[in-house]
């Protein structure tokens, strides 16, 4: 089952290209402080690659040993089969677009573009060309004479991008590309880096605290915490298979619940949840055995709400505690009888008149969700 | 809801309660004293005593006490005095010499401190701490003090000249031998020990303007190929040039009409403006010459700070463009 999901996903990430970044057990360590701990990630051509965590797990330090800004303390990186170890940034095939752009102030837009060019062994009129043709590729051209202090923070991002892209890297990094953008011009310009990336062909790497920019931008992610990558793969294998606690509580919300196997029978198990007061029926995980202690995880968008007992396996009472309206969706808190509270989702399909809704306050509702739905932890 | 009204009255009441010293004190009579008052010292203790040496300088010189009058035999706006400051040699070259020597200086300064004030900026918070005070330190001890004890040091028969005069003597073919190297008296003291005085004024200013500095656009242009010395030429350097203007003003204006460092080490036969200014007014008593002197020093010093000005008010308004 497993396995046919793997094929399935990969079918979406480019295929058929060997590794073309290989960080290979590196280990960063300030003093006694372990920012990044033996990480070992492949990365293909062409892809668009997220580090995804929360400040301090390490994320920015691997970005910055990969432009050469710091030495690994353990450890080899390979970009293109060639070991980037004392290989300074300066001459590393890497460019990278920083958080804050750090644009130069005193250069104009063109100037700025052109700044690695000028290590390029290429004519003045080649030169330029670049330059118009990144300028025509972020659409700068008619601010090609302004300083970065006159244009607007967008436009800024964009040549901080074609700065980078100009002298066509192996490997561009993006450092929180979009934080500093308004919630508009993020979206906007979300879509706009795609397509750049598949005009140029780059390989791209992005680092992001922001869960929802590493989904929709990348092909796949690595979510990182305390210097070590937890789990890697395509976003949807991250949300919908998450193969710890900690990434299917980074990613989107989550209600984990303790329980123990009861019963293993080809691919569904039972699980016994004390908080569900008996058995519930989930998609099994290769290597658990009945009498195991296991962590059941349920997303609130995976599970039905109604007033009547569903027909079914899985069928758990509760009172409505809490509730939220966002229009398009309804956000209940459900109570179980064990005092656990629990979210649901739930996508409000047709028109409700005030006191229609499916729960209100202090409602007995049923709760109730398919076995393939819950998502099985064992760490 | 509640809680709304009840702070309606009281706010009124209190507006009430202040109408008194309160509404006295925010008259806007006040903030106009207060902005005032920079203006007024500058002009009871600038523009005044300014004015007083212009009128002196058109004034005509005559044996009274004090040695000079307006009008009697002569116009009233006698420039007499300086027709003499352009047409004798001994001003023009005082002048030549000061700037020449304070050119010197401030290069010597810019120099050395660059360096001192870029590695201020690149050791860790604790080091740093140590090595401004370092810097600042010379001037718990008298400036006087430190004066003379240059003299001690280059004079003929100390043991730094005795020194260098051995080292240059092994060096150097047997028929060039020297006894001693003169370096009292010689503008190159002057330059020395005026460099040494005015080193901090250099690198402070300087270290202001390059730690503020964002190390990323280093490393960004590191990032796109530049080696560590072309980053320093490409960013650091363009960037930090209102520090350099700042620490150069600093130096130069007052290297320029320095009194005591010439006086003490200097080349007697050479005079500098600040040695003419003395000269004129506490030996010669010709207080017009020196009131002359001294206008045209500050003309001449007033051009390189508008100068300033303009580029410092030119950097602020970018910075001000910037959200």
């Known amino acids: 089952m497993q396995a046919s999901i793997q094929t399935a996903l990969d079918a979406v990430a480019p295929q058929d290209v060997a590794p073309f970044i290989r960080i290979e057990g590196v280990t960063k360590r300030f003093g006694t402080f372990t920012a990044v701990s033996s990480v070992t990630l492949d990365i293909k051509k062409g892809e668009i690659f997220a580090l995804l965590g929360g400040s301090g797990c390490g994320k920015t330090t691997l970005l910055r040993m990969l432009a050469g800004f710091e030495t690994p303390t353990e450890g080899r990186i390979f970009i293109d089969g060639q070991d980037m170890t004392g290989v300074p940034a300066y001459e590393r095939p890497v460019h990278m677009m ?30 330029k060309a670049r330059v118009r043709e990144m300028l025509e590729l972020v659409q700068l051209t008619q601010f090609s004479h302004r300083k970065p202090h006159q244009i607007s923070g967008g436009q800024r991002q964009r040549v901080a991008l074609a700065r980078a892209l100009a ?40 680092v992001t605290h922001d869960q929802e920019e590493a989904m929709i931008l990348s092909n796949r992610i690595a979510v990182m915490d305390k210097g070590e990558v937890k789990q890697v793969g395509t976003p949807t294998e991250i949300y919908e298979y998450p193969d710890s606690r900690f990434v299917a509580g980074f990613i989107g919300s989550i209600t984990f619940f303790d329980g123990k196997v009861a019963s293993v029978t080809g691919d569904t198990a039972m699980i016994e949840v004390p ?30 709400i109604g007033r009547t007992k569903p027909e079914g396996p899985n069928a758990i009472e509760g009172t409505v505690d809490d509730l939220g309206y966002f229009g398009k969706d309804s956000l209940y808190k459900v109570k179980l009888g064990s005092g656990k509270v629990l979210s649901v989702l739930s996508v409000n399909g047709r028109r409700v008149g005030e ?22 932890l064992t760490q | 809801m509640t809680e709304l009204s009840a702070t309606g009255p009281k706010t009124t009441r209190k507006a009430a309660r202040r109408s008194g010293l309160a509404r006295w004190f925010n008259r806007r009579g006040w903030s106009d004293i207060t902005i005032a ?15 007083i040496v212009i009128a002196m300088s058109v004034a005509t010189r005559t044996p009274t006490s004090p040695p000079f009058s307006f009008g009697g035999d002569h116009p009233l706006i006698n420039t007499a ?28 300064c810019l120099l050395i401190g660059y360096p001192m004030a870029l590695g201020l900026t690149r050791v860790s918070k604790s080091w740093r701490n140590i090595l401004l005070m370092l810097v600042i330190l010379p001037f718990w001890t008298s400036f006087l003090l430190r004066v003379y004890a240059w003299m001690g040091l280059m004079g003929n028969n100390s043991w730094f000249n005795k020194l260098l005069t051995s080292a240059y003597n092994m060096m150097m073919p047997e028929e060039w031998a020297l006894r001693s190297i003169q370096m009292m008296n010689t503008n190159f003291a002057v330059v020395l020990v005026t460099v040494y005085s005015y080193l901090p004024f250099m690198i402070l200013p300087l270290y202001a303007n390059l730690e503020k500095l964002d190390m990323t656009l280093n490393e960004a242009a590191e990032d796109l190929g530049s080696r560590p010395f072309r980053v320093f030429l490409d960013v650091t350097l363009p960037l930090s040039v209102p520090g350099i203007v700042a620490g150069g003003l600093l130096v130069f204006i007052p290297a320029s009409g320095e009194l005591i460092i010439p006086g003490l080490v200097g ?30 020093l500050l003309l ?18 970018k910075k001000a463009m910037e959200p």
């Open chain 1, 355 to 376: 006191g229609e809704r499916v729960a209100d306050w202090e409602d007995r509702v049923w709760l109730s969700f398919d076995p393939g739905a819950a998502i099985l």
């Open chain 2, 300 to 317: 001449l010093l007033v051009v390189p700070m508008m100068l300033y000005t303009y580029f410092d008010a030119k950097a602020h308004e």
């Open chain 1, 167 to 206: 002298r066509q890297p192996k490997l561009l990094l993006l450092d929180e590309p979009l934080a500093a953008l308004d919630k508009k011009l993020r979206e906007h310009t979300q879509f706009e880096l795609m397509d750049i990336q598949d005009k140029t062909g780059t390989t791209f790497m992005v």
């Open chain 1, 275 to 304: 908080d569900f007061g008996g058995q519930v029926s989930a998609r099994a995980i290769p290597g658990i055995s009945a009498g195991q202690d296991i962590t059941l995880a349920l997303r609130p968008e995976k599970i039905a």
């Open chain 2, 267 to 296: 080349n007697p036969s050479q005079p500098m403006i600040g040695r003419v200014i003395q000269d004129e007014f506490a030996s010669a008593r010709d207080w017009p010459m020196a009131s002359a002197v001294a206008v045209a």
């Open chain 2, 81 to 108: 005095t300086y027709e003499r400051l352009f047409s004798d040699s001994l001003y023009i070259r005082a002048f030549l010499t000061s700037i020449r020597n304070a050119a010197f200086a401030t290069f010597l």
């Open chain 2, 37 to 51: 008052t920079p203006y007024l010292w500058l002009l009871i203790f600038f523009l005044v005593p300014f004015l």
């Open chain 1, 98 to 127: 920083f958080q804050s752009y750090a644009l130069f102030p005193h250069m104009t837009v063109e100037k700025n573009v052109a700044y690695g060019l000028k290590h390029e062994r290429m004519t003045d009129a080649e030169r």
